[in-house]
T-cell receptor, first 115, second 115 residues
Framework: ETGVTQSPTHLIKTRGQQVTLRCSSQ?????VSWYQQALGQGPQFIFQ???????GRGNFPPRFSGLQFPNYSSELNVNALELDDSALYLC??????????????FGPGTRLTVL | AQTVTQSQPEMSVQEAETVTLSCTYD???????LFWYKQPPSRQMILVIR??????QNATENRFSVNFQKAAKSFSLKISDSQLGDTAMYFC????????????FGDGTTLTVKP
């Protein structure tokens, strides 16, 4: 069983640019959640995708957007990058959306630095 | 909205000893899940233990156990016989029963196990 993978590992961008982060969910998982983890803080929920549709969003502006593909992999796009967007971005996949408590499997994260 | 508070930013313990990490949360929900996650320096977050709010019995997983006090909204993690590999950041997280994959995290406790 292949685990959750994310690419790239590290990324450096400048203010105003756009970035796309990618996540491959674990085999058999149809739900992907994205989190932002600023240095020294816990992860904050950005949004979730279930069966290719957004299924809930945290307190993040519309310049954070995403996609989920038929194979359940997902992308996180951030437009008009700001310095405060510098963080570790975590992707987590789980088996289903309908039941709470299903274990989330996290990827290793993408470290984004905005200069 | 739910909040999760971890009041111990850093803790240390001698190898083979026992340590307890604290977590409190605030919610008006009655059905929910609580989790402890471990994030080693390599960054990949893994689930340590899970507690369902409707279960009175405290969850245990080998050397890891929790003390779940629902009325006090407290959820502490006890690590027995601490090992060097337990050195990591530990996060407490809350999930509403109906919101699979949408977790609220605390800011973490950095645990160092000393030889």
């Amino acid at each position: 069983e292949t685990g959750v993978t994310q690419s790239p590992t590290h990324l450096i961008k400048t203010r105003g640019q756009q970035v796309t982060l990618r996540c491959s969910s674990q085999s058999g998982h149809n739900t992907v959640s994205w989190y932002q983890q600023a240095l020294g803080q816990g992860p904050q929920f950005i949004f979730q995708y279930y069966r290719e549709e957004e299924n809930g969003r945290g307190n993040f502006p519309p310049r954070f957007s995403g996609l989920q593909f038929p194979n359940y992999s997902s992308e996180l796009n951030v437009n008009a990058l700001e310095l405060d967007d510098s963080a570790l971005y975590l992707c987590a996949s789980s088996r289903s959306q309908g039941q709470g408590g299903n274990e989330q499997f996290f990827g290793p994260g993408t470290r984004l630095t905005v200069l | 909205a739910q909040t999760v508070t971890q009041s111990q930013p850093e803790m240390s313990v001698q190898e083979a000893e026992t340590v307890t990490l604290s977590c409190t949360y605030d919610t008006s929900e009655n059905n929910y899940y609580l989790f402890w996650y471990k994030q080693p320096p390599s960054r990949q977050m893994i689930l340590v233990i899970r507690q369902e709010a409707y279960k009175q019995q405290n969850a245990t997983e080998n050397r890891f156990s929790v003390n779940f006090q629902k009325a006090a909204k407290s959820f502490s993690l006890k690590i027995s016989d601490s090992q060097l590999g337990d050195t990591a950041m530990y996060f407490c997280a809350f999930m509403k029963h109906a919101n699979a994959g949408k977790s609220t995290f605390g800011d973490g406790t950095t645990l160092t196990v000393k030889p």
